[in-house]
């Protein structure tokens, strides 16, 4: 055998590519692989509490004996703390084969903390949908995600959209408010204009389309409009390929008022008559402010209003109990609406 056949080019770059597929598919796998180390973990910690288990204080004694013989020899990653976490983890997923390869150590530590199982699928299904990392996640927590999509939706159907079953119908069911901008670095206590506004919102895009809710995509930044001799700019638009629609989206620094949302009526006319095509869904447009008057929102728009809503921002992440009073405040708006 020749060395031309020992060495033929096809032969050496299939090795090749299969040392790199190798190679990726590791880099891939660790995450989970450290995964399933904690599951595999938190399972032999459950196993053998049950043998102790006459023994009111035998599972806090065993966990403790055994990160004093772990952390010599494999280091801090087998504290207390995280053999405790190890054994939650299993006790919340009981079922390997229901670990998802998608998420890591990092991702689980903080699921495992909801005690609300719906809650915990949601957060659990859409980091996976979007792709979010640890910070991301961790963020759309605290900002209270799950509970704000609530405000306007039954919980069915926000799992029934985190789950794919079924594609969004309304905005209602993307979109939340308040809307949280923390991300934009604004000082809250600070003056500032609508142009710094969506400057900020510009350089942090990734982070307001985050906020923004599922399948948006930027489009336009002070869009120009020509009505006659008369020209107009919208300050954002966007598209949502989920609700097949333009989003506009035009931003206050103060109170939104009824000619605020007269503005933004006429935008959005503009941009189903001239702009979108007729397969697509009417355009939808969003009134962003620090605050607004209820009543007044209520009769300015028709009573038969699906495409415009108006919200709140904040610059701030709020604390939980913050949020949980803004949520309780707007339903108690929305259920004085109803009434």
Known sequence: MGNKDLNSKSFIDDVKSIIDSARQNAVRSVDFCRVRMYW?????????????????????????????????????????????????????????????????????????????????????????????????????????????????????????????????QSPQEIIKEPMVLEFLGLDRRAEYYERDLESAI?????????????????????????????????????????LRCFVIIELKNGKLSHQDLGQLQMYVNYYDRCEKLTDENPTIGILLGTSKNDTVVKMTLPEDNKTILANEYQLYLPTKSQLIKEINRVKITMKNEDS
């Open 202 to 242: 510009i350089s942090h895009i990734t982070d307001f389309l985050l906020e923004m809710g599922n399948g948006f995509s930027f489009v336009a930044r002070q869009k120009r409009i020509l009505l006659e001799d008369d020209e107009f700019f919208i300050d954002m638009v966007f598209y949502n390929r989920l």
């Open 40 to 168: 595999d973990i938190g399972k032999r910690i459950f196993e053998e509490e049950q043998d102790g288990k006459d023994r009111a204080d035998y599972g806090s004694y065993l966990i403790k004996n055994l990160a004093n013989k772990l952390i010599p020899e494999y280091g801090s990653g087998f504290s207390v703390r995280i053999l405790e976490q190890s054994r939650q983890f299993y006790r919340v997923y009981p079922i390997a084969n229901a670990l998802r390869s998608q998420l890591n150590w990092t991702q689980y530590r903080k699921l495992i903390q909801i005690g609300d199982p719906d809650k915990r699928e949601y957060y659990e299904l859409e980091s996976v949908n979007n792709g979010w990392n640890g910070r991301e996640m961790e963020r759309q927590i605290n900002s209270q995600l799950y509970e704000r999509l609530l405000l306007s939706n039954d919980k069915e159907s926000v799992l029934a959209v985190a789950r794919r079953e079924r594609i969004p």
